[in-house]
């Protein structure tokens, strides 16, 4: 699993806002009604690029943006033959994947939509809006958890910018929260259900932080990366070969640079991952997360020199839980 897992706040979203938003896009290019046949069948007929410009002009609400929400993701689904989502997600997790799974995420997640052309840079202004009404900027999934582990807004922003501001001086800080919000919270949450519901050799759980820091990405150029660390997705231009490497009149790598050596080893572990069950079965290097309820995750640190390191529950960001408890002391 990679790029995220259905537990992340802005993977799954409510089937009546869905059709809500669908009837609202529909009558935006010229086709108001009521009829979710008639709004399907129209917005077939409209050009891809047009559909995507349109929906993120006009759904997206001003509070919407400022959390970086996606507007079309999975829902539940009872009346297709073969519905993709027929249950709730939580129910679905409970089951366990039943085969070896690898999960993980990057060193550096959240730069991608608060440091980059992909999302557009954040603006001093736009920073200090964040810091004036930090619960606007949070996905509603991700509130309705703070509730239930009662922690309130002002301790969640304490425990990334401590008694500071959000502000240019303290971006990475507001990287680091996009970061867990979106993505590691959600990751670490799946692992440790895969662990508590198995722990044996054929149904083992790999996890990864992808650290490997490289000028040369064609993700990095494109998208235009301003801050340290990995960002979303980078890992993916060392596992299949980025032909809009040609588009922006770069060369593919040296066979003696680190990057190809990266591509080399990463392919290795995929494909052995995909083949066996192991992504390092020659050298064991890559060990399992074997029971989370320990305290410890073994993770393979991949970077020029992979390692296999811990993260350990309690310390780490996004263990908001535990550390809330260390505010209150």
């Given at each position: 699993?990679?790029?995220?897992?259905?537990?992340?706040?802005?993977?799954?979203?409510?089937q009546?806002?869905h059709s809500d938003r669908?009837?609202?896009?529909?009558?935006?290019?010229?086709?108001?009604?009521?009829?979710?046949?008639?709004a399907?069948?129209?917005?077939?007929?409209?050009?891809?690029?047009?559909l995507?410009?349109?929906?993120?002009k006009?759904?997206?609400?001003e509070?919407e943006?400022?959390?970086?929400?996606?507007?079309f993701?999975?829902?539940l689904?009872?009346?297709?033959?073969?519905?993709?989502?027929?249950?709730?997600?939580e129910?679905?997790?409970c089951?366990?994947?039943?085969?070896?799974?690898?999960?993980g995420?990057?060193s550096?997640?959240?730069?991608?939509?608060?440091?980059?052309?992909?999302n557009?840079?954040?603006?001093?202004?736009d920073?200090?809006?964040?810091?004036?009404?930090?619960?606007?900027?949070?996905?509603?999934?991700?509130?309705?958890?703070?509730?239930?582990?009662?922690?309130?807004?002002e301790?969640l922003?304490?425990?990334?910018?401590?008694?500071?501001?959000?502000?240019?001086?303290?971006?990475?800080n507001?990287?680091?929260?996009?970061?867990?919000?979106?993505?590691?919270?959600?990751?670490?949450?799946?692992?440790?259900?895969?662990?508590?519901?198995?722990?044996?050799?054929?149904?083992a759980?790999?996890?990864?932080?992808?650290?490997?820091?490289?000028?040369?990405?064609?993700?990095?150029?494109?998208?235009?990366?301003?801050?340290?660390?990995?960002?979303?997705?980078e890992?993916?231009?060392?596992?299949?070969h980025?032909?809009?490497?040609?588009?922006?009149?770069l060369?593919?790598?040296?066979v003696?640079?680190?990057?190809?050596?990266?591509?080399?080893?990463?392919?290795?572990?995929?494909?052995?991952f995909?083949?066996?069950?192991?992504?390092?079965?020659?050298?064991?290097?890559?060990?399992?997360?074997?029971d989370?309820?320990?305290?410890?995750?073994?993770y393979?640190?991949?970077?020029?020199?992979?390692?296999?390191?811990?993260?350990?529950?309690?310390?780490?960001?996004?263990?908001?839980?535990?550390?809330?408890?260390?505010l209150?002391?």
């Amino acid at each position: 699993s990679q790029s995220g897992v259905i537990r992340c706040p802005w993977a799954f979203t409510e089937q009546q806002l869905h059709s809500d938003r669908g009837f609202r896009l529909a009558e935006k290019l010229g086709k108001a009604t009521a009829d979710p046949k008639v709004a399907y069948e129209f917005l077939k007929t409209i050009d891809a690029k047009k559909l995507i410009e349109t929906e993120r002009k006009f759904l997206l609400t001003e509070s919407e943006r400022k959390q970086f929400s996606f507007i079309f993701t999975p829902s539940l689904d009872h009346e297709s033959s073969n519905p993709f989502f027929p249950e709730d997600p939580e129910t679905f997790m409970c089951r366990e994947v039943k085969v070896p799974f690898l999960l993980g995420f990057t060193s550096c997640e959240g730069s991608i939509l608060i440091c980059s052309d992909f999302n557009g840079h954040i603006s001093k202004e736009d920073l200090e809006a964040v810091n004036s009404d930090f619960k606007k900027t949070i996905l509603p999934r991700c509130l309705s958890t703070l509730s239930k582990i009662s922690i309130t807004i002002e301790e969640l922003k304490s425990l990334y910018f401590g008694d500071k501001a959000v502000s240019e001086e303290t971006l990475i800080n507001y990287v680091n929260f996009i970061s867990d919000e979106f993505v590691c919270r959600s990751i670490m949450e799946v692992v440790d259900i895969q662990t508590k519901l198995n722990n044996n050799d054929n149904k083992a759980t790999y996890l990864y932080q992808f650290s490997y820091e490289s000028e040369n990405n064609p993700l990095r150029k494109i998208v235009k990366v301003q801050t340290p660390g990995v960002t979303h997705s980078e890992e993916l231009a060392y596992l299949f070969h980025p032909y809009m490497i040609r588009n922006l009149g770069l060369s593919a790598p040296a066979v003696d640079s680190e990057d190809y050596k990266m591509i080399n080893c990463l392919t290795q572990m995929w494909t052995d991952f995909a083949k066996t069950g192991n992504p390092t079965p020659t050298t064991n290097l890559w060990l399992s997360v074997t029971d989370s309820q320990s305290g410890k995750y073994n993770y393979l640190n991949i970077d020029t020199n992979s390692q296999i390191k811990v993260f350990r529950k309690g310390e780490e960001r996004w263990d908001w839980e535990k550390k809330k408890n260390k505010l209150r002391r």
